[in-house]
Structure formats: C-alpha cells, structure tokens
C-alpha cells in the first residue's frame, strides 16, 4: 500500500480547515502520525510527523521549524489566518511544510481530524484510542494531565504527555482504571455535575492538587467528566478549552455507544444464523473471538403467572446481556421465539487445561444459577436455564443449541438449571422417543394394549411393569416402589401374559416395551402416570 503523503491529507481534509503555506519537499513527502508539541518535553526523532504548534505563536515559529526538521518531520502547523511573511522562507531554508488552520479552531479538534485523515491510532483504534487522543490534546492545551471518566467514576481514557504534574490519586486512579471513592471525592462529583461549566476544585488531602473538571453531557444526559490536574501550569485558556474537550468528548461517546450497538447488532444477526447452522463458522470465530463455546438458553415459565410475554423477554434478555458481560466479557446474546440464547466461552480441554476447563463449567452453571435468580426476581416470573453440550468451534454451536433447547424441556420447579450432560439419560429419552414417534414401525407393539387395557378396567399394568424392568424384573423391590404387596405385583404380572399375550420371559420382549413405555407414553416406576 502506498505511502500516506501531504498532498492526499490536503485532499481528504481540504480547506479552509487546513491551508497549506508552503511545501519545499513536494505534496508527496510521507505523513505519518500527528504530534501535539510540548514546551517542556524535547522533540523526539519522528519521520514523517507532523506537529502542532501548540502554545506557539506563528510569528515565533522559527525556532520550532529548525527543532521539527532536525527531528525528521514532515511540516508544522501554525494557527492564524495570518502567516507572518518570514516564515514560509524560513519553512523552506529547514525543508519543512507549513500549514495553518483559523484561530478559534481547538488544538484537540485539529489533533483528531488529521490523525483520522492519516489512518494513524485514532482511526483504527476506534472509539477509545479516539478518547485518549482527545486527552492528550485537552493536556497538551491546558497544561495539566487530563482522565476522561464516565458517570461511575470508571476511567476510560487519560493523557500520557511527559512531563506534567500528577499526584497520588490520578496514579491510583489510572492503575485501576477506577477513582478512588470517599465522601469528599463524592461531594466533588456532585458539584461538577450540578455545574453547566467548568469548575475548580480545591485538593481532597495535603499531598493532591487541585482539579479543574466539567460534565459531558448531550441532550440533558450526562455521558461522563473531563478532569485536569491543576500543577501550576495551566494556560490562560484552560477553562475554554476544557468546555471545547467536553463537547468533542460528547460527541465521541455517542459514536462509541452507536459503534458498540452496531456491532451489538451485527453479533446478533451472527448468532441467530450459527444456532440455526447457516452461518460461516470460520469468519464467525474471527468476528467473535470464540473457539470452543456453549450455548446456555433461558426461559421464562409462565405457568404461575401471565404478564407482557414479549415486553418480559426482552427484559429477560437485557438481564442475560448485562450479566454475561459483566461475567464474561464481550457475548452474543439474542432472543428467538421466546428464549434468550447466549455464547459462553470454554478453553480447551486438552492437557493441563483440564482442570481450568472443570473450572469454566462450574463458572457457567453458576452464572446459569445467578441469573436465574436474579431475573426471577426482577421480573416476578420463574425462569429456567439449560446449559448445552460444549463444541470445539462454531460449526456445532446449532448442535450445541439443540442440547439446551431438549433440557429446557426437562426443567421443573425442582431442577430449574441444568446441564445436558447432568440429564444426559433423560434427554437420550426424550430424542428417542421423538425419533420412535416418526417412524411407524418403532412406535407400533404391546404398549398400546396394556395402556388400553388399563385405560378400559382401570388396571395398573403399565405402571407395573416400568416399576419391575427399573427393579431389574426383581418383584420386592417393585412392589415398594407401587406401595403394593408383593402377591400383588405378581398378579398383575402374570395377568399381563394372559390377558395381553405379553410374554415377559422374553429378554427382547421386555426390553422394547420398557423403553416404549419409557419413551413413548412417558411413564416412570416412582412417579404414577
């Protein structure tokens, strides 16, 4: 690919938001990266870089022309509409290209435009690469290191230009990425929030310094704060150009919560298509990060109740959503035909990850567990969860699902989670007897006459008789699972043979009409039809 150069950035951003004063090199000298300067922090060896003169005034920027091409830059840019006659000659005594941009434009808006145009971190970063630009330049512009923060307090980008005073509560900040709470701190936040504009704030301890902070709103809702430590050295301009950072910050946070929701959206329309098979698993697990997954499937249970069915799903899935996040990291969530489906991650399970991987499932069920509780809860509605089999890559993910769907089948009031390996017996039951109700010559045979027996005299023969194959056809036991007399589960045994012509000394004969009977008319031994 070819080089980025001056002439394509003239053309991507045009004027009059950046004119072009003077080129010695030509428009197809290489642009790299742009670079605030910093009076305090020499000029580092930059090829290609253009830099913007930040606190210098046009009429002064010889000495910065002669530092930027000793560094190996490309050209310096000035504000003003003016450029003092001198300095395109001196621009072209150093080899160095000159641009300029008006004198109310802000340095942070000049600093993200050129560094989208060129293709450098801010472009292909995203939306937080973009916010730790902007810190950089509110820094560089007001002279005190910067943290851009959301409503919790959480940090989500700060300034990293060398040089500038900090204290211990921007260091414990920045390494937990989260401000350290205290009342004081809290009174702070509330009266920055209360403010329609910046506001100075003295230091909380004796060894802080003060702040100067302002709120990130857009539209009325309050997206985040912008904190500058005050060391000493803020520039006259500091509060302008802290209100100018907000509204750039504003901007970019609703760009990111629009991308996050873009690609929410597309990871959805992703999800949908691997857990009907229909997707192209290989570009799937580049998209999603995922090798080998789970699909975990929760249900609401509206047998107790009959609220908003449509309305309470989706609040179930925001509560499947933000949990599985919160947990886990970044998941596809999506909600089909009223159950909420969600990918859980599983590493590998060869070698010594096993024990991880014991881990992970235990993670999974307890996640299942949590949210159960939690949405039950919240929306006053039983829910189930159904954790199916593990697949090595997103080709089985629909296999996967088809696990979960069969053990949300299963679920009870007693056992409202479940794995599908912990119910495996049940659900070979169950899909047998799905596959026997298909094929006619499978569902045929003596079942069907000892539930018409039962069903025309009142017997209890197929009760019976799934009560002695689960004894293992041993009488005692049977009759204590029926509560009878063992006399009596021998007669009705024997009147099975000669009623119904049943001959249960027949091992193949027993075996097909247990599992028929198991399978097909769903009886169990214990729990009376």
Avoid at 167 to 175: A, K, N, P, S, Y
Avoid at 201 to 225: C, F, K, M, Q
Avoid at 450 to 479: K, Q
Wanted: with cysteine; proline share 6%; net charge negative.
């Amino acid at each position: 690919m070819d080089a980025f150069t001056l002439g394509d950035l003239i053309d991507v951003v045009g004027s009059p938001p950046l004119r072009l004063h003077t080129t010695p090199a030509g428009p197809d000298v290489p642009v790299t990266e742009v670079l605030l300067y910093d009076a305090h922090v020499p000029l580092a060896h930059a090829p290609g870089a253009l830099l913007l003169a930040v606190g210098v005034r046009a009429a002064d920027a010889g000495p910065l022309l002669r530092a930027a091409a000793e560094a190996g830059m490309t050209g310096v840019v000035v504000r003003g509409t003016d450029v003092p006659p001198g300095l395109p000659g001196e621009a072209e005594a150093h080899g160095v290209a000159v641009l300029a941009i008006d004198e109310d434009t802000a340095w942070h808006h000049v600093h993200l435009m050129l560094a989208s145009a060129i293709g450098g971190q801010p472009a292909q970063g995203g939306g937080l690469a973009d916010l730790f630009a902007l810190a950089d330049a509110i820094a560089a512009a007001t002279g005190g290191a910067t943290t851009l923060e959301d409503p919790r307090q959480r940090i989500l980008a700060y300034s990293t230009v060398p040089g500038q005073p900090v204290d211990e509560g921007r260091r414990q900040g920045i390494l937990g990425l989260q401000v350290p709470g205290s009342p004081e701190n809290s009174e702070q936040y509330r009266s920055v929030f209360a403010s329609i504009g910046p506001v100075r704030l003295p230091p909380l301890t004796a060894g802080d310094l003060p702040r100067l902070a302002i709120a990130v709103r857009a539209g009325g809702e309050t997206l985040g704060s912008i904190w500058v430590v005050d060391g000493g050295t803020h520039a006259p301009d500091a509060e302008d150009t802290l209100t100018q950072g907000a509204s750039t910050a504003a901007l970019l946070l609703l760009r990111a919560r629009a991308a996050q929701e873009l690609t929410r959206h597309q990871n959805t329309d992703l999800l949908r298509r691997l857990l009907d098979g229909s997707a192209d698993a290989s570009a799937a697990a580049h998209r999603l990060g995922l090798d080998a997954v789970r699909v975990a499937a929760f249900m609401l249970d509206f047998a107790a109740s009959a609220p908003d069915t449509e309305r309470t799903s989706l609040r179930l899935l925001d509560v499947v959503r933000l949990q599985c996040e919160a947990r886990n990291g970044r998941h596809a969530c999506v909600l089909l035909d009223g159950v909420v489906y969600a990918l859980l991650s599983v590493p590998g399970t060869r070698g010594p990850r096993e024990r991880e991987t014991v881990t992970v499932h235990q993670q999974h069920r307890q996640l299942a567990q949590d949210i159960v509780r939690r949405a039950g809860r919240s929306l006053r509605v039983p829910v189930r969860a159904a954790l199916g089999g593990v697949v090595p890559d997103l080709s089985g993910v629909a296999d996967s699902r088809a696990d979960a769907d069969v053990v949300l089948r299963l679920l009870h009031d007693a056992l409202p989670v479940a794995t599908v390996d912990e119910v495996r017996p049940r659900v070979t039951l169950l899909r047998l007897s799905e596959v026997m109700r298909e094929r006619r010559e499978l569902s045929v045979g003596a079942w069907r006459h000892v539930l018409a027996a039962d069903a025309e005299h009142g017997t209890e023969y197929a009760r019976t008789l799934v009560s002695w194959f689960d004894a293992s056809c041993d009488v005692a036991s049977a009759a204590k699972a029926l509560s009878v007399h063992p006399n009596t589960c021998r007669y009705r045994l024997k009147q099975v043979g000669r009623q119904l012509g049943i001959d249960l000394d027949d091992a193949d004969e027993r075996l097909v009409l247990w599992l028929q009977l198991r399978a097909l008319a769903g009886l169990s031994g214990v729990t009376p039809p």
